[in-house]
């Protein structure tokens, strides 16, 4: 821990600074999932990238303390050779520890376990007059701090340490797909599968509006004598390709496969759960196994999440997590099939934190009745390229989530006013957590979350001036930008490099 702790002093030191000269600043962590463009640069940041180690697996308590940097491969790998596996594991494998605590993570076994942050049992944080706290679960002192980091996107402090939970691994996964012919059977399922005590893994693939699976998985010892399907090697099928290709081969009848635990938990690695075919058809190359073959280095979520955010295509999609009541979600995904016509949709029933006896700011205001277990529907693609069509089609989406009771993940864009976002979150108690957690120098949740749109009057669909020059023209420059992000992505396959922090001007 002796290298731990000299890093955090000089972070600590690093933000007091800002503090002495009323500086706001934002923090570094190497590496974003998040889909909306950074505005950092190297002067108004602190850099905690150096935060990627994981520490020893305490095996009495099963707990394990991990730098808020480590990806989640990094985490697996180190985790499962001691036998044990962190609860929540996000399937995309560079999401680092710290941005599924920040972030809010609902996974395949968040039915069971809640969202990422609820697996934390406690965050070393640097707070923003440049203050050392540990905030732990059951401590009445620091608790209040724990549960309001958690899906406040960085907001209340730097986090230089999580304690997480741990469970028993197994080398296997048991996966059986059951084919649905309908959203409404999807959902029943759902619902019928979550209480299920011998299940581990749940989540969906809804198709088209008559064609989908529900996958259940239970970690394994053994084979069980079955050829070993995996998803990592340029050679194995897409993931959701695979399961799609089931429904026809079994005929619709429900089959069982054995999946490597960590080629499981990682299996929509490659293309990004199924946004690489969006980009078969953005450069119009011939979609066959060949070609995947030969674009495989590509097709990984690190590659294609540079490429996206240097090329400046991460603003035009539609990149949305909506967390929708069982009861209202055969009526969104009829929704999003309207106005949309987006397939796949990706299904995945998530936990509250209040039901397992903690909090979380991504949770929204109790009095707003969330129910306990709220359905994730990945709503993934590209948007119109009109600017006020995009605008007013996301809010729009916003607007149908609130209708029908549900809440949005924070890591996507948002583009609520800031009246309509206070309606949905406890700005006072935020703003008191804030106040007591000495955060005055980090950007506010909304500033992090929000959409930029100056310009734009988002009650009368009018677009004027920057926001709409810059992003049209943006959108005018189309495949040029889309080959500097691939360009850009092979220099960062071969060399590494950055791109969330922008040099200073």
């Known amino acids: ?21 009323n500086t706001p600043f934002r923090i570094y962590h190497g590496s974003t999932l998040s889909t909306r463009p950074s505005a950092r640069t190297r002067d108004n940041t602190v850099d905690i990238s150096k935060l990627n180690h994981v520490f020893p697996v305490n095996r009495d308590t099963k707990t394990c303390f991990v730098e808020p940097n480590v990806p989640m491969d990094a985490l697996v790998a180190a985790t499962m050779k001691e036998d044990f596996l ?25 039915f069971r376990y809640g969202t990422f942050d ?19 679960r059951g401590d009445p002192e620091t608790e209040d701090l724990l549960y309001g980091s958690a899906g406040a996107c960085g907001t209340l402090g730097i986090v230089t340490l999580l304690e997480i939970e741990l469970i028993e691994s197994q080398p296997y996964v048991q996966l059986t797909y059951w084919p649905v012919r309908s959203a409404s059977s999807a959902v029943e399922l759902l619902q019928k599968f979550e209480q299920d005590p011998a299940i581990d893994f749940i989540d969906g693939i809804l198709f088209s509006s008559t064609s989908g699976t529900i996958m259940t998985g239970k970690l394994s010892d053994e084979s069980l004598k079955r050829k070993v399907q ?8 897409w993931f959701y390709l695979h399961a799609e290709q089931g429904l026809a081969k079994h005929e619709f009848e429900p089959w069982t496969e054995t999946i490597p635990t960590q080629s499981y938990l990682f299996r929509y690695d490659r293309a990004v759960f199924w946004s690489g075919r969006l ?9 066959n196994r060949i070609m995947r073959f030969l674009l495989n280095p590509f097709m990984r979520t690190r590659v294609v999440n540079h490429a996206l955010h240097r090329s400046g295509l991460s603003s035009q999609g539609i990149i949305q997590d909506l967390g929708i009541p069982y009861s209202t979600s055969a009526e969104f995904i009829q929704y999003i099939s309207s106005t949309l016509n987006f397939w796949p949709l990706w299904l995945c029933p998530v936990r ?5 006896g903690g909090s979380s700011f991504s949770i929204g205001k109790k009095d707003l009745g969330f129910p306990d277990v709220m359905l994730d529907i990945g709503v993934w693609g590209i948007g119109p390229s009109d600017t006020l069509q995009f605008i007013r089609l996301n809010r729009d989406i916003e607007k149908k989530v609130r209708e029908l009771g549900g809440l949005k993940c924070l890591y996507a864009h948002a583009y609520y006013t800031e009246d309509e976002f206070w309606e949905i979150y406890n700005e006072k108690e935020y703003l008191d957590l804030r106040r007591k957690w000495r955060a005055g120098g980090l950007p506010s949740v909304y500033d992090k979350v929000k959409v930029d749109l100056k310009g734009v009057d988002v009650k009368e669909g009018v677009a004027i001036g920057k926001w709409t020059k810059g992003n049209l023209a943006q959108r005018l420059k189309g495949k040029v930008w889309g080959v500097v992000g691939v360009l850009s992505a092979v220099r960062y396959m071969l060399f590494g490099g950055d791109f969330v922090l922008k040099k200073a001007r």
């Not at 509250?352 to 397992?356: D, T």
């Open 86 to 110: 962190p609860p929540v594991v996000m399937e995309l494998p560079n999401i680092t520890v710290g941005g599924g605590f920040a972030g809010t993570s609902g996974e395949s076994s968040s």
């Open 352 to 356: 509250s934190p209040h039901a397992l």
């Open 230 to 237: 995996t998803f990592d090697r340029a050679t194995d099928p």
């Open 279 to 287: 980009a078969f058809k953005y450069f119009h190359v011939p979609f």
């Open 1 to 21: 821990m002796e290298a731990h702790n000299s890093t955090v002093s000089q972070i600590a030191a690093s933000v007091k600074h800002f503090h002495s000269t």
């Open 118 to 136: 609820c697996t934390v049992r406690s965050i070393e944080v640097v707070l923003g007059d440049g203050s050392i706290v540990t905030a732990t």
